[in-house]
C-alpha cells in the first residue's frame, strides 16, 4: 500500500503544471505606437501612416515541474487582435475627429493628460461657439479612447484590469507622438510644452 501511495505522490509530482499568461506589454506599445500613427498621422502629429509589420507579443508561458526540475517552454507569439470591427470603427471615429481637434492643441487650449486623454486647458483666445466646440470635441475623443482600451481587452481576452495597463500604454503612445509646442501633463500632473 505505501508503494502505491509513493507512486501516486510521484506521479502528482511530474504532472504538476503551472500556467501563467503574462500581460504582453511591449505587444501592446508596439499596437497602441501604430493606431496612434494612424489616427493622427504618426510622429508629431503629421504625415500618414506608414505599413510595418503586424503586432506580436502575446505568448504563454508553461512551467512543468518534475521531481524538483522546472522545465520551461514558450508558445509562439500570437498577434494581438487591434482589427475587429469594433476597433476599427473606433479608429476611424478618432482619425476622422483629429483634424478638428489639433488647431486647439497648436493654440494650447487643449492638452494631453498623464492619462493620454484630452483636458481643455484654457479657453482663452477662444468665443463661445468654439468653446462650446472644443468641449464636444474632447468629450467625444475621451469617450472613444477609453472605448478603445476597453475594446482592446475584450478582443484578446484579458481581464478588465488590464484596460487600465492598455490606458497607461496608450497615454504614452499619445504623448510621445504629439506635436512640438503641445501641451503634456506628466506623471505628476505639471503641464508642459513638448
Known amino acids: 500500500?505505501?508503494?502505491k501511495v509513493c507512486l501516486f505522490l510521484l506521479f502528482l509530482a511530474s504532472a504538476c503544471v503551472t500556467v501563467n499568461i503574462y500581460f504582453p506589454a511591449a505587444a501592446v506599445q508596439r499596437a497602441a505606437d501604430k493606431i496612434v500613427e494612424e489616427t493622427w498621422g504618426g510622429p508629431g502629429?503629421?504625415?500618414g501612416a506608414k505599413e510595418g509589420p503586424r503586432s506580436e507579443g502575446f505568448a504563454t508561458h508553461t512551467t512543468y515541474a518534475s521531481f524538483g526540475m522546472g522545465k520551461e517552454a514558450f508558445a509562439q507569439d500570437a498577434d494581438i487582435n487591434v482589427s475587429?470591427?469594433?476597433?476599427?470603427s473606433l479608429k476611424d471615429s478618432i482619425k476622422t475627429r483629429s483634424d478638428s481637434i489639433k488647431p486647439f492643441m497648436d493654440r494650447g487650449n487643449v492638452g494631453i493628460s498623464k492619462d493620454g486623454l484630452l483636458v481643455v486647458r484654457t479657453t482663452e483666445g477662444i468665443n463661445l461657439r468654439e468653446r462650446a466646440e472644443v468641449n464636444q470635441l474632447v468629450e467625444a475623443e475621451n469617450r472613444d479612447r477609453e472605448a478603445l482600451y476597453a475594446e482592446i481587452a475584450k478582443a484578446n481576452n484579458y481581464p478588465k484590469?488590464?484596460?487600465a495597463d492598455i490606458k497607461r500604454i496608450f497615454a504614452k503612445s499619445?504623448?510621445?507622438?504629439?506635436r512640438a509646442?503641445?501641451?503634456?501633463q506628466d506623471s505628476q500632473g505639471n503641464w508642459k510644452r513638448k
Open 84 to 88: 475587429n470591427p469594433a476597433i476599427r
Open 174 to 178: 499619445w504623448s510621445d507622438q504629439g
Open 161 to 163: 484590469d488590464k484596460i
Open 45 to 47: 502629429g503629421t504625415g
Open 181 to 184: 509646442g503641445w501641451w503634456i
Open 1 to 3: 500500500m505505501r508503494k
